[in-house]
């Protein structure tokens, strides 16, 4: 019975999880800033035969343009290993994102065979639009916690998100 009663305790445990990140999530300002919208309109714009300009996968497109933008001009295969895609869904998706305009391809110095991706200035500015929005979030969320409390929540977020890692790996 023992063993019945911890699996009953884990799955409330989830459900509690589930449900508090749910309620944090409708608390938070999730609303895109109205910055982003006035650069994608701004894109629409100077591009109007381009493909749509909504975001397939956001998550995915955020992790991208911050291992772009920290990277300077990573390789597809780079890329791909980085954000832990196949080597033709990042090519897939850098074409997007090279068609919408948030980055540019470059040849390699070295190897003209290699193909590499940088941010387009736009993708800088869309860059820092959602890590600005992502820290406001945080920042909210962080408020009603003491200095103590906000520190044991890193550090369980940052053990969190390295076990999710490792199980990707």
């Given at each position: 019975?023992a063993?019945?009663?911890?699996s ?14 749910t309620?944090v ?8 800033p ?11 714009r100077?591009q ?6 909504h ?9 991208m ?10 390789t ?5 290993n ?8 990042a ?5 997007w994102?090279?068609?919408n ?31 600005k ?5 945080a920042?909210q ?6 200095v ?6 890193l ?9 999710l890692?490792?199980t990707e790996?």
């Open positions: 019975m063993h019945g009663t911890e009953q305790l884990a799955d409330d445990r989830v459900a509690r999880l589930a449900q508090s990140l309620q999530a409708s608390e938070l300002n999730t609303q895109p109205e910055e982003l919208f006035e650069l994608l309109a701004a894109l629409a100077a109007p035969e381009a493909l749509p300009h975001i397939p996968n956001p998550p995915a497109f955020h992790r343009c911050r291992f772009i933008g920290q990277s300077g001009s990573p597809m295969g780079e890329l791909g980085a954000i832990s895609i196949p080597f033709s869904t090519t897939r998706w850098a074409d994102m090279i068609q305009g948030f980055a540019n391809r470059l040849s390699d110095r070295d190897d003209r065979r290699i193909v590499r991706i940088s941010l387009t200035e736009t993708g800088h500015r869309f860059l820092e639009i959602i890590e929005h992502m820290a406001e979030n920042r969320m962080l408020s009603c916690l003491t103590e409390e906000q520190t044991i929540l550090v369980i977020f940052e053990k969190v998100a390295k076990g890692q490792q790996d």
